[in-house]
């Protein structure tokens, strides 16, 4: 999937739009293991509007990096809205960027519980001065296919954010 047009597509039109909106993009990812800033860099010239990405597997690393309390993972959970909003904010506090994503999730196949079975993934997305915005979801197929579901939605959804920091877009106001 990593290496479809469609997804490719996706990464053009994110990248075109942080650049004609004159933003730079950084990542904090956990269960994709750096998956969506690969995507990010095989585009060429993505140093114009990619700033960096941080792999924060460990809680650890998400307190020491990102700055996620350590309070929020004990009562929430590494997998949870709480952390993956700490996490977007903290990626943007930490880096040059105006715009971010942030990934934790349960990929497979062990972790699941019955409340947060395997598939379960929180994204979110911070834009500098506004409401941070995170949504779950819930994938199906192998460790892979949760990953790749994951680093697809993080950057659909990141396309209409570079453009509206409020929310979702049409594909006709995309492509404006």
Same mark, same amino acid.
């Given at each position: %999937?990593?290496?479809?047009? !469609?997804?490719?597509?996706?990464?053009?039109? /994110?990248?075109?739009?942080?650049?004609?909106?004159?933003? %730079? /993009?950084? =990542?904090?990812?956990?269960?994709?293991?750096?998956?969506? +800033? *690969?995507? /990010?860099?095989? %585009?060429?010239?993505?140093?114009?509007?990619?700033?960096?990405?941080?792999?924060?597997?460990?809680?650890?690393?998400? *307190? $020491?990096?990102?700055?996620?309390? !350590?309070?929020?993972? &004990? $009562?929430?959970?590494?997998?949870?809205? +709480?952390?993956?909003? #700490?996490?977007?904010?903290?990626?943007?506090?930490?880096?040059?960027?105006? &715009?971010? &994503?942030?990934?934790?999730?349960? @990929?497979?196949?062990?972790?699941? =519980?019955? !409340?947060?079975?395997?598939?379960?993934?929180?994204?979110?997305? @911070?834009? #500098?001065?506004?409401?941070?915005? +995170? $949504?779950?979801?819930?994938?199906?197929?192998?460790? *892979?296919?949760?990953?790749? *579901?994951?680093?697809? !939605?993080? /950057?659909?959804?990141?396309?209409?954010?570079?453009?509206?920091?409020?929310?979702?877009?049409? =594909?006709?106001?995309?492509?404006?």
């Amino acid at each position: %999937m990593l290496n479809s047009k !469609e997804l490719k597509e996706s990464v053009k039109l /994110l990248a075109e739009k942080l650049i004609k909106n004159k933003q %730079m /993009l950084v =990542t904090a990812e956990s269960c994709t293991g750096g998956m969506i +800033a *690969q995507t /990010l860099t095989d %585009m060429a010239g993505s140093s114009a509007w990619f700033d960096r990405g941080f792999v924060t597997y460990s809680n650890q690393s998400k *307190q $020491e990096m990102l700055g996620v309390e !350590e309070t929020t993972i &004990i $009562e929430h959970g590494a997998v949870s809205e +709480a952390t993956v909003i #700490e996490m977007a904010e903290g990626a943007l506090a930490n880096s040059n960027a105006s &715009i971010s &994503i942030a990934c934790s999730g349960i @990929a497979g196949p062990t972790g699941g =519980t019955k !409340e947060k079975p395997v598939g379960t993934v929180w994204i979110a997305w @911070a834009y #500098e001065n506004k409401p941070t915005k +995170a $949504e779950v979801f819930f994938f199906a197929g192998d460790r *892979q296919a949760i990953r790749e *579901q994951c680093t697809f !939605e993080s /950057l659909d959804i990141s396309i209409s954010y570079s453009v509206s920091p409020l929310g979702r877009l049409s =594909t006709e106001q995309l492509l404006k």
